[in-house]
Nanobody, 129 residues
């Protein structure tokens, strides 16, 4: 089971740190991703991390502003979000899958959400202008 937390209301230019904690399984060998969905929009991939080697990926619009990291001891993945913009407003979800750990290293774009088997409930991030 995945549990996302850390969302809230922040002014543009501010920062938030989201957490994704797992219970009942270890993140070892997994790819953990953050997706987001704004009202009326499709759910889109934001960032992922491959736990075994720390390889990461970011969508272009968050590069240089967001940082994904993991803490194996806490079985938690974080998304540090800085220089937030109103267009970052969305419900953020974390997702996990073990079977795609080789595939993510071979493709140049974010894998569709269908590739991720486990999902947590979202956490709302609102960035005020």
């Amino acid at each position: 089971q995945l549990q996302a937390s850390g969302g809230g209301l922040v002014q543009a230019g501010g920062s938030l740190r989201l957490s994704c904690a797992a219970s009942g399984f270890s993140f070892d060998g997994y790819v953990i991703a953050w997706f987001r969905q704004a009202p009326g929009n499709e759910r889109e991939g934001v960032s992922w991390i491959r736990i075994d080697d720390g390889k990461t990926y970011y969508r272009d619009s968050v590069k240089g502003r967001f940082t994904i990291s993991s803490d194996s001891a806490k079985n938690t993945v974080y998304l540090q979000m800085s220089s937030l913009k109103p267009e970052d407003t969305a419900v953020y979800y974390c997702a996990a899958d073990r079977s795609i750990r080789d595939l993510v290293g071979k493709v140049s774009s974010f894998l569709h959400r269908a590739y991720f088997a486990s999902w947590g409930k979202g956490t709302l991030v609102t960035v005020a202008s």
